[in-house]
Each structure stands twice: as C-alpha cells, then as structure tokens.
C-alpha cells in the first residue's frame, strides 16, 4: 500500500511537471487551448510508456521491474485525459456538448456539421468512456468482483483506447487546422513507431519463447 502511494504521488508530481511544461512550448497559442493539449499530451506519452513497457519487458527481463508502474500510469493516463476534456468544456464549448460536432459557418450564419471534426471528437469521447473503464478497475477490488479472467479482458482493451487516442490526435495535428504550426508532429509519429515496433518484437520474443517450451 505504501509503495502504490508512493508512486501515485511520483506520477502524479511528474504528470504536473510535464503538463506545465508542454504548456510553455507553446506560449504562442491561447492558454486554454495551450493546457488542454497540454495535458492530452501528458495522457498520450503515459499510455504509448505503459504499451513500451508491456512489451519490451517480454525482450528485456530487467524491465519487468518496472511493470509495477504501470497502474499508477494508467491512471494518470485518465486522470490528464479528464483535465484536458474538462478545460475544453469549460473554456471552449462552454459547457454546450453539440460544439463538439458543429462549427460556427460565417456564410451560413449558423453552426453547421463538420463531418472531420464531429468524427475526431466522437472517436476522444469513446477514448474517454474506455479510460474511465480501464481507471475504475485497475485495483484489486474490482480483479476480485469481475474475476480474473474478465479484468484481464477489460485491462486488453487498451489497445482499443490506445487506436482510438491516436486517430483522435492525428486528426487533430495533422488534418483540422494544418496551418497551425504544432511541434508535436514528428515526436507523435516517432512514439507510434516504436510502440508500433515494440508490439512486433515484443510478439516476436514471444512466440520465440512459447515454442521453447
């Protein structure tokens, strides 16, 4: 109990730090939209470390010390993610949900349906609703209720979350305002490649191992 304190408390002074300095990289933009992607990027490094780790712990041994991490991760993984929502209801859309589909069209004076950004915004909140999942179960009470077998069920999901993260942020980065300069662009596409390449050698040393025995 006390080791998990302690690394909630870790994770949680790191996220702050991190959240704050992601902001001032981007001392350009407008506050509210310079902390809300702050901590969505927060959320986005804390997941691609939890899929690292998972993997690369199945090639190197002296990593799986580390897996221990991975709860208080993942929960900070949702926690930033909740922030970065809740910045952008209180301070953007104003607490009316329906911005989150619709953009203000000066021609038709009214808001309109913008297919892309509906579409990047719908795939963030069923990201939300699987984080909120995956932050209510990651504790023994809930392996003890559900059962072994369906915890671990629900925990796999996160790669569904983990897809459903980076479509959200690549609309956002790459395709909804391609103008606006963003220097996550190239990081973004570096972490996705070795989370990418990680999964591969990580299944790799896997069934290298599975057919030893």
């Given at each position: 109990?006390k080791?998990?304190?302690?690394r909630q408390?870790v994770i949680?002074?790191?996220s702050l730090?991190?959240?704050?300095l ?8 407008d506050?509210m ?16 470390v939890i899929?690292?780790l ?9 990593i799986r010390k580390?897996?221990?991490?991975r ?12 922030v ?10 104003q607490?009316?949900?329906?911005r989150f589909?619709?953009?203000f ?14 579409l990047?915004?719908l ?5 939300l609703?699987?984080v ?10 809930s392996?003890?209720i ?6 671990k ?7 569904v979350?983990?897809h459903m993260?980076i479509l959200h942020?690549a609309?956002?980065?790459f395709?909804?305002n391609?103008d ?8 973004f596409?570096i972490t996705?490649?070795l989370?990418?390449l ?13 057919r030893?025995?």
């Amino acid at each position: 109990m006390k080791n998990s304190t302690y690394r909630q408390i870790v994770i949680g002074g790191f996220s702050l730090i991190l959240a704050y300095l992601f902001f001032q990289s981007r001392e350009l933009w407008d506050p509210m939209h310079a902390w809300n992607r702050a901590f969505a990027d927060v959320s986005l490094l804390f997941l691609s470390v939890i899929l690292l780790l998972g993997s690369l712990s199945k090639v190197f041994k002296t990593i799986r010390k580390w897996l221990v991490w991975r709860r208080e991760l993942g929960i900070w993984t949702g926690v930033t993610a909740i922030v970065h929502v809740l910045i952008l209801l209180d301070g953007w859309v104003q607490w009316e949900v329906f911005r989150f589909f619709f953009v203000f069209s000066p021609f038709a004076g009214d808001w309109v349906l913008h297919p892309g950004f509906a579409l990047g915004n719908l795939l963030g909140i069923v990201a939300l609703v699987y984080v909120l999942i995956l932050m209510l179960t990651s504790n023994t009470i809930s392996k003890k209720i559900l059962g072994l077998k369906a915890w671990k069920h629900v925990q796999q999901t996160v790669h569904v979350f983990y897809h459903m993260v980076i479509l959200h942020t690549a609309y956002f980065i790459f395709i909804h305002n391609p103008d606006s300069p963003n220097w996550l662009q190239a990081p973004f596409i570096i972490t996705i490649t070795l989370v990418w390449l990680s999964s591969l050698i990580g299944f790799w040393f896997t069934v290298k191992e599975t057919r030893r025995k």
